[in-house]
Each structure stands twice: as structure tokens, then as C-alpha cells.
């Protein structure tokens, strides 16, 4: 299958700035760029659907730049609703380091960053050099500015657009670049970079856009809580990841295998017609946490995943190491332990509001201690009987999880 038609039929095309870049994408070999600002030290795994479009297309013969945006990142992408808080530059470097190590780790592409040409252009070069290009009717014109229009947009945020047209227009100078890839909340600033272009240096660049990975109620992929599914295994466990993936929606899981993992179109027609015969399996939940966390993290990153989710599952807490259960139990309730009886524990630590209801608990054997029923309630809980000394798990019914730290 040509590029242009496996990427149309994993469905990662929203936009394209020129019908020419079909033919281009299937029979040229170009340089592009894909781009991210260092809001974070670490990409989460919404930036993931993004950024493996650069190995994709490296994959048919494309070259790959990955921009971390050091000087975008101080101004801010206008949101729809309010102006983006800003953060220190320090924070702003930190946070540049860590994501063009992290960049380079799991893409191996080169990584450039946009402070390094924009440090040194003055506001007078800056407005002479690209700013008389752009006409203001042109940037009101754009969605996310538009849509500011009534509440209010700052310059500061309005120039944001030029800034990265900017970006466009130099690593066309300096890296032979004609193509910039995004997400589809990003068309804005690209055509705003191929008018540049256009005008600055009289050359047709291209621009194409993905659409947003939502789930199955329309939310952004990789939001849970609140909280961002980090593709740094410190911050998001290869075991939280797997958790996240395996209970992927059955209506929008076969969608995910074509956007986030290089499996051929047969072998997702033969998931999705096994997923269909017996969704309760799960086979392609398992073959999208398979491919997405061997490719982020390794092979034995992902064993290691399934290992926790198949101990916790079956209860057989000891056959876990200390880590692996931090890991799996990094949001259960957790408590300093001291020696003790079981009861005092359990009565202690809120497990049960009095003793006379952590009897009931032992009796009806609904208390499970690292993976063993308990019912002695004088049972003496010491670092001996502690998972390499150091933690309890304690289980009161079926999913109730409780973790006790000796000191």
C-alpha cells in the first residue's frame, strides 16, 4: 500500500494544505518537521498518536525533524477560552532538556529547538524580516484567533502564529524542510507558515494535519482523571499504561491499533474480526498495549506489565517484587505500619471503623493479607512478615486494596 493510501486508511489525515502533496508524500523523499512546546519535561501519550506519524513516514523514505519549542514555549499557543499561564524560563529549559532527551530516546531523530534561531532576532528584524508579510486581516482570520476576538487576545498571543510560521520558514533555509505535520488544532499556524513562505521566499511549502485521538466519549486520548499518561516510565509505569490500554472501549479499540501501532492492514483485519467473535477476550486491547509499550519501553517493559496485572488479578501478591508492587499499587491507600496485631491494624489504619467490625471482616474471611486469607484476628504483623520487610498488602473484599509501610 502507497503512504498517502495506508495513511487514509488508519485514518491520520485531516488536512492537507495542497492536492500535489499525495503524489509527493508517494513518490519524493521529503524533509519535514513535527513540533511540541515544553509545557512538561516529558511528551504524555497523546503526543504519542502525534509523533509516530515521524517514524511512519521515515518509514517510506521521509526525514524527520522533531522541534521541542524553547522560544513558543515562552510565549504560549492561545487556548480557546483564556490566555495561557506562563512559566520560567528556567522551567521552560528544564523542561526543553527533558523532552529532547526523551525525543531522541524513543524516536532517534534529530531534535532541534526554536530558541536557538529565535534568541537573537530583535523585535525590529523580527517585524521587518516577517512581520510586514502577514497581513493582520489574514491572523483575525484564523479560528483560535477569532474565537478570542470577544474576550479578549493579548499580542503576546497573537504573534504566537508568526512565531512558529517563523519556525517553518527557517528550517526551510537552513534544513531543506517543505512539509509540517500537527495535529488538526495546529492548521492555523501551519498555513500561516506556507503564506510566509510564500511571500518571504516565493516557494510552496505543505502542511497536513492528523485528527485528535478521542475515546469513546469524545475525550482526548490518554486523559484519565484528570491526569496525563506520561510516556516517561518514572512518572507513568509501563503498568499503568497497560492498564489504561487493556480497557480500551471495545467500539474504538481497532481505531486505536490503526493509529498507534505499525501493524499491517491484514493483521488488524484478522484482530478486529477475532475482537468481533469474542469481544470478552480481549485480544485487541492485548495487541494494542503489546505494540504501544514494546515500542515506548521494550519487550520486557511490557512482560513486566503483564506480569502485576495477572498477580494482582489472581491475588498472588507474593510472587511480586517490592518495585513491581509500588508499581501496581502506586494509588492504593498507603500507611506507615507499626508492629502489631492484625486487629490493631486493621482498626488503626481505618480499614474497619471498630473491632467489632474487623471481626466480622476475619470471620466472613473477607481479609486477605499479601495474598493470603487471614482470620486470626491476634495474628502479630511484623517486618518479618512483610514482603522483603518493608510492605503489607491488605485486601478487604474483592477490590478494596490497603498498602502498609514499615519505616
Known sequence: MKLFDDLKWRGLIKDISSPELERKLNEESLTFYIGTDPTADSMHIGHFSSFLIATRLARYGHQP?????????????????????????????????????????????????????TKDVNILDFLRDYGKYINVNYMLDKDIISRRLDSGITFCEFAYTLLQGMDFVHLYEDKGVTLQVAGSDQWGNITTGIE????????????????????????????????????????????????????????????????????????????????????????????????????LHGEEEFNKAVHISEALFSGNIKELSLDEIKDGMKDVPNFEIEEGTLIDVLVN???????????????????????????????????????????????????????????
Do not use: C
Request: charged share 30%.
Open 65 to 117: 525533524i522533531l522541534l521541542v519549542g524553547g522560544a513558543t514555549g515562552l510565549i504560549g499557543d492561545p487556548k480557546p477560552s483564556n490566555e495561557r499561564q506562563m512559566i520560567t524560563k528556567e522551567e521552560v529549559q528544564k523542561n526543553v532538556d527533558g523532552l529532547t532527551k526523551q525525543a531522541k530516546e524513543i524516536f532517534g531523530f534529530e531534535v532541534v529547538n526554536n530558541y536557538d534561531w
Open 196 to 295: 510566509l513562505a510564500r511571500k518571504k521566499n516565493d516557494v510552496e511549502l505543505y502542511g497536513m494535519t492528523m485528527p485528535l485521538v478521542l475515546d469513546a466519549n469524545g475525550v482526548k486520548f490518554g486523559k484519565t482523571e484528570g491526569n496525563a499518561l506520561w510516556l516517561d516510565k518514572n512518572k507513568t509505569s509501563s503498568y499503568e499504561l497497560y492498564q489504561y490500554l487493556i480497557n480500551s472501549d471495545d467500539a474504538i479499540v481497532i481505531d486505536y491499533l490503526k493509529k498507534l501501532t505499525f501493524l499491517t492492514k491484514e493483521e488488524i483485519e484478522v484482530i478486529e474480526k477475532e475482537h468481533v467473535a469474542a469481544p470478552e477476550k480481549r485480544i485487541a486491547q492485548k495487541a494494542l498495549a503489546h505494540e504501544v509499550i514494546t515500542f
Open 349 to 407: 489504619n481505618k480499614i474497619a471503623n471498630s473491632r467489632r467490625e474487623a471481626r466480622e471482616f476475619l470471620n466472613a474471611g473477607s481479609i486477605i493479607l499479601n495474598g493470603d486469607k487471614v482470620t486470626d484476628e491476634n495474628m502479630l504483623i511484623t517486618k518479618s512478615s512483610a514482603i522483603e520487610e518493608k510492605v503489607v498488602i491488605i485486601r478487604k473484599g474483592k477490590k478494596k486494596y490497603y498498602m502498609g509501610i514499615f519505616k
